[in-house]
């Protein structure tokens, strides 16, 4: 039998054709826009909580956890990361990136001010500036307590530590959902208010809830 040692060279290249494609797929993007007038709670896909107030606006790519966790903030959110080493998630805002493993932290950054605020309130952060010259960049790493305030007209970075900033998780007057798996919602609640809900996992698959609940009754 004589073998034409073209064709596996051939088949190579056409499983890399496929693969290089495959790559190059679209991306598909997913956008939560906060069109109300209070802070409504996100789920992220890995997890991760995000709070996000009136006018804010979150956008991920999808598959959501490749490389790295990749979020555009346009407006304030507060996010609190679910740990993954290996995974660092980032917010990208107006010029700067908050690199974080696993913490708690808030990010302002309206679309008609010109200074991006970062408040770190449990955990570590680090903050970098990614479209500027070599000659104004920054590297901060925040610990719990510490704010950044950027401003993006002057390219001035200014880190006030130890401030009296809100530690721990944010304690609105009230839970906005969207989408949230019933579980989720059940152990917000737990969390809230200090008791113990028993509920059936498998029985609460494949329920969600959409709504608000008014944590001052």
Known sequence: IVFNQSKPITIYNAKHKIKQKEEQAEIVWKSFVNYTANRQLLQLPDGSNAMVYPNGELRYAMPFVKKNREIYLKGK???????????????????????????????????????????????????????????????????PGDALVYNELKSEVNVIEKTLLAKGTVKPNNFDFNQARLKDVLEKLKERYKIKIIYSEADLNEISFTGTIDLNR
């Not at 974080?100 to 570590?124: C, D, M, P, Q, W």
């Open 77 to 143: 959110s507060f996010f609190e990361v679910a740990k993954d080493k290996k995974h660092p998630f980032i917010v990208y805002s107006k010029g700067i990136a908050t690199t974080a493993l696993g913490t708690s932290f808030t990010i302002t950054a309206n679309e008609r001010s010109k200074v991006v605020k970062v408040e770190l309130h449990t955990g570590k952060v680090w903050v970098n500036n990614i479209n500027e010259s070599k000659k104004h960049s920054f590297s901060k790493i925040l610990m």
